[in-house]
């Protein structure tokens, strides 16, 4: 069974920095693009960053010069290097992932379970 894990979130005041990671893990044949997305309150959800199997990546104009985003494949997770955190930052944080798992022949997606960054003095 796939799954995605992540770990990083949490409380930090502003201008600070936090760190997520989503590793994904399970019967996978190989990874195709990863990214994160967010969903504050009231909000839609949106991209924050994602990155190719080319290495390229999409960042929200929002992050962009304050968040970075990295991939190592061997160990098939993403990683959310997140700078400068500002109000505007909270929401709850969600990995995604295209992934072809054993047995087929095409890629799904699939989702991690979220978690919460706070933005606090």
């Known amino acids: 069974q796939v799954q995605l894990v992540e770990s990083g979130g949490g409380l930090v005041q502003p201008g600070g920095s936090l760190r997520l990671s989503c590793a994904a893990s399970?019967?996978?044949?190989?990874?195709?693009?990863m990214g994160w997305y967010r969903q504050a309150p009231g909000k839609q959800r949106e991209l924050v960053a994602a990155?190719?199997?080319?290495?390229?990546?999409n960042y929200a104009d929002s992050v962009k010069g304050r968040f970075t985003l990295s991939r190592d494949n061997a160990k098939n997770t993403v990683y959310l290097q997140m700078n400068s955190l500002k109000p505007e930052d909270p929401a709850v944080y969600s990995c995604?992932?295209?992934?072809?798992?054993?047995?087929?022949?095409?890629?799904?997606?699939?989702w991690g379970p979220g978690t919460q960054v706070t933005v606090s003095s």
């Open positions: 995604n992932a295209d992934i072809r798992s054993v047995g087929t022949y095409s890629y799904s997606t699939y």
């Open positions: 399970g019967s996978i044949v190989r990874v195709n693009a």
């Open positions: 990155v190719h199997t080319d290495d390229s990546t």
